[in-house]
C-alpha cells in the first residue's frame, strides 16, 4: 500500500462509501459532488490547510484480485487524513475510511501506519488522536486493536454522538511519538 495524491475523482468515490456510513462520522450529512468541488477546492488543494489527505492505493496483485488489467495496476482502497493539525501543539486527529469491499484484509493497518509515518517523520507531530463512536461496531473493533498495537491512551466519553434518537459513547484514543 502507498500513499498518493488524492485526485477529485477519487474524492467524489469516496463519498460514496462515507454517504453510506453516516454513524461513523461526526457530521452525519450526506454530500454531494458540488459540495465535495468546494471541500477538495479549499481543503485537499489549499497547501495551508490544517487538514492533509491521502488516496490509499494499493495493487491488484496484493490485492488478489482478477482483472483485465495488468496485477501492477493500483486500486483505490481508501482515503486517509490528518485533520485538524495544530502545528504550535505537534498533533493531529487520523481519518480514515476504507471501501468496505476491502474490509478485513489488513489495509486498515497498513494506512494507519503510513499515516503514522506521516505524522511523527515527515510533518514533525508529536501526538495522532482520534475518536470512534460505539455505534459504530465495526470501528470500533478496528480502533480498539488499533489502540493495543501501539500502547495508546483511551477512554471512553458518554454522549459523544447523537444517532438514531439516541446519544451514544465514543472512545477517545491518542498514539504518542515513539510508541508507533
Known amino acids: 500500500m502507498r500513499l498518493d495524491i488524492l485526485s477529485y475523482k477519487e474524492l467524489l468515490e469516496s463519498t460514496k462509501w462515507r454517504n453510506a456510513h453516516l454513524e ?30 491521502w488516496a490509499l492505493k494499493e495493487t491488484r496483485k496484493e490485492l488478489k484480485e482478477k482483472s483485465s488489467l495488468t496485477w501492477d495496476e493500483e486500486v483505490l482502497v481508501g482515503v486517509g487524513g490528518l485533520t485538524n493539525i495544530s502545528w504550535e501543539n505537534r498533533n493531529a486527529e487520523i481519518s480514515l475510511i476504507i471501501d468496505d469491499k476491502y474490509h478485513r484484509q489488513g489495509l486498515g493497518e497498513k494506512a494507519v501506519e503510513l499515516l503514522l509515518d506521516q505524522a511523527f517523520n515527515y510533518m514533525n507531530l508529536e501526538n495522532v488522536y482520534g475518536e470512534v463512536y460505539t455505534c459504530n461496531e465495526t470501528g470500533l473493533l478496528f480502533w480498539r486493536e488499533i489502540v493495543k498495537e501501539y500502547s495508546a491512551y483511551m477512554v471512553y466519553l458518554d454522549a459523544r454522538k447523537y444517532w438514531q434518537g439516541e446519544y451514544w459513547k465514543s472512545m477517545w484514543f491518542s498514539i504518542n511519538r515513539g510508541n508507533e
Open 24 to 53: 461513523t462520522l461526526r457530521t452525519p450529512i450526506m454530500l454531494n459532488s458540488i459540495m465535495q468541488n468546494d471541500f477538495y477546492e479549499n481543503v485537499i488543494c489549499n497547501r495551508k490547510s490544517e487538514h492533509r489527505y
